[in-house]
């Protein structure tokens, strides 16, 4: 089993809608939480980074850990086209590498 | 502008022809990495770099090589390349090597194609 599972979708929505998306994970030691974007054709960027359990809210952006059910979700309000991307979530227990999501892809259409 | 900057981008070469991506980082990050992402597969590390000289593997190394001589250069270097290396490669930088803050930095990624 891998250690990061992630529906890679793709996933379409309409301009204004709110979205969701998720990961899962099996190591219970992780404690550091990420959401990368990536457009086509680009490298990652960080989005949004979280230590251990809770929620952070940043704009339009929500991200949520639960570690409890090992489950971690970025939920974006008001969806733009412009954030149609493929968005990675990275976790790790402390140390030198992360554990990337194989990512989700997400259309946001007018 | 910090930036993380790949070469090259674009690559087509064949097999055993060796060959070095470069990457460059102007932010003076202590932390380097190289990762390959592959359709169905995700992004994978190849190597990484906590400092100057100190390099180490990481999930998928075979085939591949890494020097870290300078802090702000970190070459890939691939021996003698085999077409299970196409990819598409990205560096990436962080400040310190612990990944705390994460935050890793990434280039616009080097495509290779190995014929």
């Known amino acids: 089993q891998k250690e990061v599972e992630q529906d890679p979708g793709p996933l379409s929505v309409p301009e204004g809608a709110i979205v969701s998306l998720n990961c899962t994970y099996s190591n219970s030691a992780f404690q550091y939480f990420m959401w990368y974007r990536q457009y086509s054709r680009k490298g990652p960027e960080l989005l949004m980074y979280?230590?251990?359990?809770g929620n952070k809210e940043d704009g339009r952006f929500t991200a949520q850990v639960d570690k409890s059910s090992k489950y971690i979700s970025l939920f974006i309000r008001d969806s733009q086209p412009s954030d149609s991307a493929t968005y990675l979530c990275a976790m790790m227990n402390s140390g030198y590498a992360l554990n990337f999501g194989k990512g989700t892809s997400l259309l946001v259409t007018p | 502008e910090a930036q993380v900057t790949q070469n090259p981008r674009y690559l087509i070469t064949v097999t055993g022809k060796k060959l070095t991506v470069t990457c460059s980082q102007n932010?003076?990050?202590?932390?380097m990495s190289w990762y390959r992402q592959d359709p169905g597969l995700g992004l994978r590390q190849i190597y990484y770099?906590?400092?100057?000289?100190?390099?180490d593997k990481g999930d998928v190394p075979e085939g591949y090589k890494v020097s870290r001589k300078e802090k702000r250069n970190f070459p890939l270097i691939l021996e003698s390349p085999s077409p299970n290396q196409t990819s598409l490669y990205f560096c990436?930088?962080?400040?310190?090597?612990?990944?705390?803050?994460?935050?890793?930095?990434f280039g616009e990624g080097s495509r290779l194609t190995v014929l």
């Open positions: 979280t230590y251990s359990s």
């Open positions: 932010m003076n990050h202590e932390y």
């Open positions: 770099s906590m400092n100057v000289e100190v390099t």
């Open positions: 990436a930088s962080s400040q310190d090597g612990s990944l705390n803050t994460g935050e890793l930095f």
